[in-house]
């Protein structure tokens, strides 16, 4: 039976978070995951919202439409424009802007951020 030496193992260990002290990369992941669980507690109903518009699409309810800015049909996704978020929120299938991925994070990042300390 082969055996992995010692120093990988350590090494592996390591990268998973469970040798000795924290890598960088367990620090970045779980601070990444305080922020998203910031987010979610601090913006319920965006959450609700995306993931009905999820299931809608999985289950064949919704078709992707394409960009409303460049006409693209590759990689779209569904975007709850802001001053509608009331009714995008109670209506989550009906207030969808069908932005491509490049258009939607331009937009995000135009945006001032929600839910964020």
Partial sequence: MLRIPEKETAALDA???GGIGDTSR???RRKQGESQAA???ANRA???AHNKVGWAIRSGKLKRGVCSVCGSDRHVDAHHPTETDELAYQKPLEAIVW???SHHRQLHARLPKRGRK
């Fill in 39 to 41: 987010w979610r507690e």
């Fill in 26 to 28: 367990s620090k970045s």
């Fill in 99 to 101: 932005l491509c991925r």
């Fill in 46 to 48: 965006a959450l609700k």
């Fill in 15 to 17: 990268s998973r978070g």
